[in-house]
């Protein structure tokens, strides 16, 4: 398959990423009517519960939000979502054709009054949107699957790619051999991971890895820089099928480069600037919760790298 054809299966999936909702008012439909059959009497009761909104759970998102395009990683998961969706749109739409069923029935025998023509006509209305909404969600649903083909014909990437200064020099070591790459240097900051970093990941990456960096704490004042490389590149080695995260600036203390309050800020504005897209982890806190021990105000003993390693495993969802 062409870069160009996987180019437009990635855009059509990530257009269609969150289902149109379904919104139409919950409505009962209740038709008494009496014909006269020879001595019988022939008595319709007919209801119908018709779901407010139909959206995709864990989307987080309202009706009449944007929609927010989903990692290319989490197709397969969406595409079984859609699905389940369209199965609750079909048994809505054969309750909705039943009542029309009903009341049409109603209507050739002439024993239909003007309310319950009424709802005949919202009924057939509300028919159309349906049929609509599930056709929507059937492209939706091939696109998403087309998605997931480009996926397993992209080139696997390693599991884990760390990146970062000192501290993930000093956490590879104090880990030990665990088989992941790391991409990491002393003293370094902005301009390192843009002339020497940024070319090892490109080289690296591939679809199932999950990237994570942690850099700053050598030069907070380029949070802006940081932002605009990150979320272009990380659009980069998202559409090869990897995740990329962004690890907060761990605790230090205060000194005479670098403070408490320094980090602080870098983080708060950092998390602000990169996109939804990229998953921020907020090991700050964490040691702050757990606790942690520095051994010369700005690197941590090997205790509180393994504990580190070890949340930062998890938040990646490797145990």
Known sequence: MTKKVKGRILKAALTLATVCALTVPSMTIRAD???EAGDDTQVI??????????????????????????????????????????????TQLEQVQLQIQTLTQLQETSVIDAAQLQLLGQLQALEQTQVQQIAMTDAQIEAFMGLAAVQ???PAGPEIIFVGDSRFVQMNNAVGDNGFVWIAKSSQGYKWFASEAIPQIDEAVGN??????????????????YAELVNRKAAEWMQKGATVYYSSVNPVENGKYITKSMVSNFNRKLQARLSPEIHW????????????????????SNGTYKNLYRYYLSALGRA
């Open 208 to 225: 199932g890895t999950k990237i994570i960096i942690n850099l700053g704490v050598n030069d907070v004042a380029n949070v802006n820089a």
């Open 45 to 90: 009761q007919t209801a119908v519960q018709v779901q407010d909104t139909v959206q995709p759970s864990g989307t987080g998102q309202a009706a009449g939000e944007e929609a927010v395009p989903l990692p290319v990683a989490d197709s397969e998961e969406y595409t079984g979502q859609l699905q389940d969706i369209r199965q609750i749109l079909q």
């Open 33 to 35: 009517k009496t014909a």
């Open 281 to 300: 982890i907020d090991s700050y806190s964490y040691l702050q919760g757990t606790g942690y021990t520095l051994t010369d105000g700005l690197h941590f």
């Open 152 to 154: 397993e014909e992209l």
